[in-house]
């Protein structure tokens, strides 16, 4: 692979990373918006490494070019290859920004496993006084499991995620993707709705509803909490879709 093909790539490779962060907001399909300098500062980097590379090669071509014609023009030509097939590594990288794959949806909410049980120990305020709190999955998850539970009871709460239709057919989850650094390791947070049909699969919507207390007190297995709903809304999906 010639340096010309290498700075080619390279240069590919960062101007991949800064479309994707300092250009767009598509990078939070993939990672959490705190990692957005990294991603800058390695894009930036891989394109100026890029175009350095490409240069030099471009300004010490004519020495080489007369060395090699010196040398006849067979022992070029049986060289054209490799650049040719080191540009099939930039191949993903087109893919990425031309076909960007969506934010994990109902598909990967089924393949993973669920968040272990909340901590016991974990104490929440009360909550605000308006007739709608409006409440993370991960928060709500958290309160049905305190031992403080009795906060959740009664009160109307608005939860936003995606549908996740049931396996077996009855019923949907509420759910969204929680992730600790990348997409590579989301854990599926859900919540079962009960009293309103499923939406659409993978569809974002806002769920009003009231906290279904536990029948015999908080499972020492994790379970996954549930809500009667009042009102289901379609929305747009949010700019950040991860928890």
Request: charge should be negative; glycine fraction near 12%; proline fraction near 9%.
């Amino acid at each position: 692979m010639s340096r010309q093909a290498q700075g080619a790539v390279l240069l590919i490779l960062g101007a991949a990373l800064l479309s994707i962060s300092a250009f767009s907001t598509t990078y939070v399909n993939y990672v959490k918006p705190g990692f957005r300098p990294l991603l800058i500062g390695a894009g930036a980097v891989l394109a100026v490494l890029g175009l350095l590379s490409v240069v030099a090669d471009v300004l010490g071509r004519p020495a080489a070019h007369d060395h090699d014609h010196d040398h006849g023009h067979g022992h070029g030509h049986g060289h054209g290859h490799g650049p040719r097939v080191a540009w099939l590594l930039a191949a993903p990288v087109f893919a990425l920004v031309l076909v960007a794959p969506p934010a994990l949806g109902a598909f990967a909410a089924r393949r993973t496993d669920g968040p272990p049980a909340p901590p016991r120990t974990a104490a929440y305020h009360a909550l605000a006084g308006s007739e709608v709190t409006e409440l993370t999955l991960g928060e709500f998850i958290g309160r049905a499991y305190a031992p403080s539970g009795p906060s959740l009871a009664g009160r109307q709460v608005r939860l936003i995620g995606f549908a996740v239709p049931a396996e077996d057919g009855r019923g949907w989850y509420l759910a969204r993707m929680q992730l600790r650094c990348c997409a590579a390791d989301a854990l599926a947070l859900e919540v079962a709705v009960h009293g309103a049909p499923a939406p659409a699969e993978d569809s974002w919507v806002a769920v009003t509803g009231t906290w279904i207390p536990w029948q015999h007190g908080v499972p020492d297995d994790y379970a996954v909490p549930a809500v009667t709903a009042t009102s289901v809304t379609g929305i747009e999906q949010p700019a950040e879709p991860y928890e």
